[in-house]
């Protein structure tokens, strides 16, 4: 049996961001079934209060108009469904740290930075995310708000054997098409853990769970993740493979760490903003003049010592 | 067939290239990350940018990892021609003595005296001159943020020190490998798009306080490559390694080769010469075509620091037989402390740090004037939670009130902006403990996937010592005090996590093979003629001294022993006079090797 039967396709994928944002972007499948794979979605900076103005004609055009579809139109929304869960997330990140700054930049340099090594074994991501679902499913009945239930159960088995054969695919036979990467699993393991925190956050402005958290429960999720108790620890442990069992805890510190530190830096940073100054710098008062070759800053030497001694 | 290949064009492998080239061996210098010879071009004006120029980004030059997981954490570590000094702050302090075997103060027993190093302070002493007038190091000029340190220091009753000599808790500049202020340097200030440069060489000469030391040192405008003001080996030991049939042509002199972007992957051993066997060739991959070229030599040296050092000899199956390669880790277990004044610091401004305070047998801290991004690195590079949220939740992290104000834990948003907003007022200090070696710590082969360049390293730091522990609140609760000395109306602990920064002692020098991997000159004592040159041989933290310095100064006493044993030559250090690299004959013998371009 499929293990995603025993919790139930809908809530694994519902609580995972992926059904929400199949249900909110009816507008990209009728696209793709027109036009396989050129479907795009993007975000914002991912605080539950913004009007989300930049999916342009993703949202809100009804039900489809088409049942199921062919596998590769399924595989091609399912392609454009997982950057707008991965770009909502970490702009919820960076909306946590940071204001006021250029959270699209962030994004692609932590992308970058999350990318940058090794990629998980796909047998491993499919035992990963189990795990965090069953953890996320433990002792709670999820109530699935009213726009997830109406999606139809053809529809839910269609995305579900989409996301099982990219889960399945390697970066190696990809050939263009998405693979889950490493922050993908970033994405749906904080939309689990999310979904846990307040399954209120399957309902909301943005697709993925975590971007339609309140800032403090943001934190908790975090928190979560980087001191798990030990429900969460057994799950997390237990979904990684027997050799790095050991290592999965301070992999999720790293992560979260890397997600709240770069998320500040790049916040603070000109590497990420065309503006100049960038905002960081303009509120750090940073480089007043631009750019500089030097300030008129020598006072002497201490005490007008220029030279240490040597016995 | 070379006579040496050197691993590395940082820190420690660029000493050794140019000690060996000077004395007319042929040498090979391989490195994994780029060559940017146009620092003045090539540096962003942000640390970021400048890491990233020097190939973290590039998806061939994999990062070094924090754990074995894909994302790297904050590091201070990087490849490119120059390896970390390229964005170190110059500072170079020798060790404590108390570190070294001969030391018999009263606070003798004070130290990691588990791992001394098996030699005197005293044999080390002309090594350190030598590198000292090499860089050279000079003692820092003073700005606004160094006065109200000095003052500060003063007011909690620490005394000056005016040696280079360590001898008591006391505060002081620092010696830089930073040239000091020349001419117009450090009189005026100076846009970068103001037509007329009154501070471009060479009116100015050394250090013109742009502030950009951690992004590399492009200063002054115009100045030849050796005479930029911040001593990265670029800046010096490479330029002197590449024209050494030049300036030292009455050694016999000859220039190095030096090879950009080539990543070494395999050490190669001659099975054939008896138990011990013998280094004989290296293999590396091309990381532009992805090729892999093999070159033998009669001398290697590892100089790729002390988490790609142990990688490699790991990854090449190097003979382990007590278990210690990797194992060791110190990072001078650093914390930072950030203090709010009511009057500005202007901390970001001249050398990144020119003020230090040390403690024998404690450790020391010194002062960091940053750009923005630094200090938002400080504030969430924290060990765990988010200060008015969760607060630091792993114990191994646990930290005492040291009079710092509210709890350690990360700043976000407003808290963070709060901070941001007082940047020119802010006095951040760095503090650097004596951290004992504790094996547990350590450099292995992670359990995933492996990159283009074999298993990748795990950074495993598992527990620190009760005396780092203490060691570090110590320094904390003294920063403070000193910080409140200054006018700090807030002060604020990171309870900074592990970084790579300062990484050491992963390859230790010992006196036997039961209790490091090379001996008193870096050799290895199980593979003749394989030396290593970098931190990772340093048997201790050094007291809290930053590293550098006294890598290039074993790195330099290596190149000697090198010379000896495998060339039948004799050592220099003792019988010579170094030149500088500023030296007006090794400008000459660099403008020649552009010439010839």
Known sequence: MNPLDAMGRRSFLARTGLLGAYAASHGLLLKACGDSGSGTASADTGTPADTDTSDGDSLDVGPPEVAIIDEATLDAVLDALLPRLISETLDGVSGTVVTDVHHIGIRAFVTALIEGGSTIAHADRHRMLEAAASYADAGAELTLPPDLVDVPDVDVIALDAAFTRLLAREPADSEGSTTLTNTAMVALILSLVASRVDPQSLAGPKAAPFANLSVADRVSVLSQLESPDEALRSALESGAPPEWSQRVIPFWRTMVNTLYMFSAVLGYSNLVSSDDPPAGWAAAGYQPLGAVHGWSSLLGYHEGLEEATDP | ?597
């Open chain 2, 1 to 597: 067939m070379r006579d040496v290949i050197i691993v590395g064009a940082g820190a420690g492998g660029a000493v050794v290239a140019k000690e060996l080239a000077a004395r007319g061996l042929d040498i090979l210098l391989l490195e994994a990350g780029l060559r940017l010879e146009d620092s003045e071009t090539a540096l962003q004006p942000t640390v970021v940018g400048a890491l990233s120029s020097y190939g973290w980004k590039r998806p061939h030059i994999p990062s070094t990892y924090v754990t074995d997981a894909a994302p790297p954490s904050f590091r201070g570590s990087n490849a490119g021609v120059g390896g970390t000094t390229l964005t170190y702050t110059g500072n170079h302090p020798r060790p404590h003595p108390g570190v070294f075997a001969d030391y018999s103060g009263a606070d003798a027993g004070a130290y990691d005296v588990a791992h001394r190093f098996s030699f005197g302070y005293e044999a080390l002493r002309p090594y350190f001159q030598w590198v000292e007038a090499t860089l050279p190091v000079q003692t820092a000029p003073m700005d606004k943020k160094a006065e109200q340190f000095f003052r500060a220091a003063r007011a909690i009753g620490l005394p000056r020190q005016t040696g280079k000599d360590v001898v008591m808790d006391s505060y002081r500049p620092q010696e830089n490998a930073i040239l000091q202020p020349q001419g117009t340097a450090g009189l005026h200030d100076v846009p970068r798009s103001a037509v007329d440069n009154p501070v471009a060489w060479p009116a100015a000469r050394g250090c013109t306080f742009c502030g950009y030391c951690n992004q590399g040192c492009a200063e002054p405008f115009g100045a030849p490559l050796n005479q930029k003001a911040k001593r990265s080996v670029n800046h010096s030991y490479i330029p002197m390694a590449l024209t050494a049939d030049a300036w030292a042509s009455a050694s016999g002199g000859k220039a190095a080769e030096i090879i950009a972007e080539a990543f070494v992957t395999n050490l190669e051993l001659d099975s054939s010469t008896g138990v011990r066997g013998r280094v004989r060739a290296v293999t590396w991959r091309d990381a532009r075509s992805g090729e892999s070229r093999t070159e033998e030599a009669t001398v290697v040296v590892l100089s790729a620091g002390a988490i790609e050092t142990p990688r490699l000899w790991l990854n090449s199956g190097l003979p382990d037989t007590n278990g210690l390669v990797g194992t060791g880790y110190t990072d001078h277990f650093a914390d930072l402390l950030i203090g709010i004044l009511d009057e500005p610091t202007y901390h970001s401004r001249g050398p990144v740090s020119n003020a230090r305070a040390d403690f024998p047998g404690r450790g020391a801290f010194e002062n960091q004037g940053v750009m923005p991004e630094y200090i938002a690195a400080f504030l969430t590079h924290c060990a765990g939670g988010v200060t008015g949220h969760h607060g630091p939740y792993d114990g191994s992290f646990d930290v005492t009130d040291v009079g710092a104000d509210g709890a350690s834990g990360r700043y976000i948003a407003e808290q963070l902006t709060s901070v941001l907003g007082a940047f020119d007022r802010l006095m951040t200090l760095f503090i650097m403990t004596d951290d004992d070696v504790v094996e547990d710590n350590r450099v292995a082969l992670s359990p995933l996937p492996r990159d283009e360049h074999g298993r990748v390293p795990l950074v495993d730091i598992r527990r620190r010592s009760a005396r780092s522990v203490a060691n570090r609140e110590f320094l904390a609760e003294r920063a403070t005090a000193l910080l409140r000395a200054a006018g700090a109306s807030q002060v604020l602990r990171s309870n900074f996590l592990p970084a790579i920064v300062h990484s050491a002692s992963t390859m230790r020098m010992a006196t036997s093979a039961s209790a490091g991997v090379v001996d008193a000159h870096g050799e290895s004592f199980e593979v003749a003629g394989l030396f290593i040159a970098d931190n990772s041989v340093l048997p201790n933290a050094l007291g809290g001294a930053n590293p550098t310095h006294t890598t290039q100064t074993l790195a330099t006493r290596s190149a000697e022993a090198i010379f000896t044993r495998y060339f039948g030559g004799k050592g220099w250090v003792a019988d010579e006079a170094p030149l500088a690299s500023t030296d007006d004959a090794v400008t000459a013998a660099l403008a020649g090797l552009h010439g010839e371009r």
